[in-house]
């Protein structure tokens, strides 16, 4: 696919949070094909090497970072080594999460609390230190990744809905405190993403029809589509939008 080329992002740092695989890993692509220093951030190493690798076949450079987004220490590591790297970072990508399904009489405290700190907690975290270095330079640009499902009410996944309602909240509050350094901050929400693990996991030929059926447009959402909403947003084309949520999601209702 082709993607329009935005020239402030060239010579950009970028950090994304789970780059190894999915809509993670065509966000690490995407950056890198617009000539963005590309670091990433993710807990396989296996699948994030097979991406810096792939990448690098195409001459194109991005640098993996293995961690565990739960222990932010090392986070905090991570990021002050990114900054030491290739200087304060301008653009953040909050990707990183994890949808496991989960009937509600089998969550415990510990379950609640590790599903929290997977898909909401590091996102904060993130944002307060990539703002730390953005307020430096005077500009940035951070995207936190949302989702449709708490939207529709996706059953099975109240934990990760509450945490992913919860990054709207965070995306608001964060464009407010931050704009006034030049930060913006923004929410993708996209719908059904056809990644590899959505389609081995949770997709069937009868589930594939009747997800086309609950959209308004009735095509399959693939992880570049999700990526192109990451550019403009990070770009100084969208010089002006921040505290909102832009969906990617084909007008997705449910069904």
Same mark, same amino acid.
């Given at each position: ?13 970028? =950090? ?15 950056? =890198? ?44 590591t991570v990021f002050a ?24 009489? =089998? ?20 944002? &307060? ?46 464009a407010r405190d931050l ?10 929400? *996209?719908?059904?993403?056809?990644? *590899?693990? &959505?389609?081995?996991?949770? &997709? ?25 909403m990451a550019l403009f ?23």
């Amino acid at each position: 696919m082709s993607y329009a080329n935005y020239p402030s992002l060239k010579g950009r740092t970028v =950090a994304i949070t789970g780059g190894g695989s999915g809509i993670g890993a065509a966000m690490v692509g995407a950056f =890198a094909r617009q000539g963005a220093r590309v670091h990433f951030i993710d807990v396989s190493e296996e699948d994030a090497l097979q991406v810096q690798g792939s990448l690098a076949t195409e001459g194109m450079n991005s640098c993996f970072h293995r961690c565990d987004l739960r222990d932010l220490d090392a986070v905090g590591t991570v990021f002050a080594g990114i900054i030491e790297d290739t200087g304060p970072i301008e653009v953040l990508v909050n990707n990183a999460g994890n949808d496991d399904r989960h009937q509600v009489d =089998a969550v415990t405290p510990s379950y609640w609390e590790d599903r929290i700190a997977v898909n909401l907690r590091h996102q904060f975290f993130c944002a &307060q230190l990539a703002a730390a270095s953005m307020r430096t330079i005077g500009r940035g640009a951070i995207l936190n990744m949302g989702s449709a499902s708490w939207h529709v009410a996706v059953p099975n996944l109240s934990v990760y809905m509450t945490a992913k309602a919860g990054i709207e909240g965070l995306t608001r509050g964060l464009a407010r405190d931050l704009g006034g350094h030049g930060i913006r901050v923004n929410c993708i929400v *996209p719908g059904a993403v056809r990644t *590899p693990r &959505q389609t081995q996991l949770w &997709q069937t030929p009868e589930s594939e029809a009747k997800l086309l059926e609950s959209q308004c447009f009735p095509e399959r959402i693939e992880p570049e589509h999700v990526a192109r909403m990451a550019l403009f947003l990070a770009s100084d084309d969208a010089a002006r939008c921040s505290g909102r949520e832009y969906f990617v999601d084909a007008g997705y209702f449910g069904a």
